[in-house]
Nanobody, 125 residues
């Protein structure tokens, strides 16, 4: 399984970004697809996740109310729409994948065996 994240960049506080994660090398039925982030000097933090089949979602506290996760099954792509960005949202954002995961466990990074390379999001004040 390979994951390719993109869409990061430099944005002013209050702005928006849409991250994309293209998945390949597998059949993703039953997978959980997650977004995590890691800021400078911080631990990896859960942002949001979605079940490939059925589309159930789970959100972390960091971007709750400001982020929407979605997927396009035909394009094997997961999206993270982030709005009202703050400087503290500055981080490298990673997408991750795991087969056969229950919705309530999707926020645990150690459960994900597959990770993308990350995309840098920088929010300036």
């Amino acid at each position: 399984v390979q994951l390719q994240a993109s869409g990061g960049g430099l944005v002013l506080a209050g702005g928006s970004l849409r991250l994309s994660c293209v998945a390949s090398g597998g059949t993703f039925s039953g997978y959980g697809m997650g977004w995590f982030r890691q800021g400078p000097g911080k631990e990896r933090e859960f942002v949001a996740a979605i079940k490939w089949t059925g589309g159930a979602t789970l959100y972390g506290d960091s971007l709750k109310g400001r982020a929407t996760i979605s997927r396009d099954i035909t394009a094997n792509t997961v999206f993270l729409q982030m709005n009202s960005l703050k400087p503290e949202d500055t981080a490298v954002y990673y997408c991750a994948a795991r087969p056969r995961i229950i919705t309530s466990a999707m926020g645990v990074p150690s459960l994900y065996p597959y990770w993308g390379q990350g995309t840098q999001v920088t929010v300036s004040s």
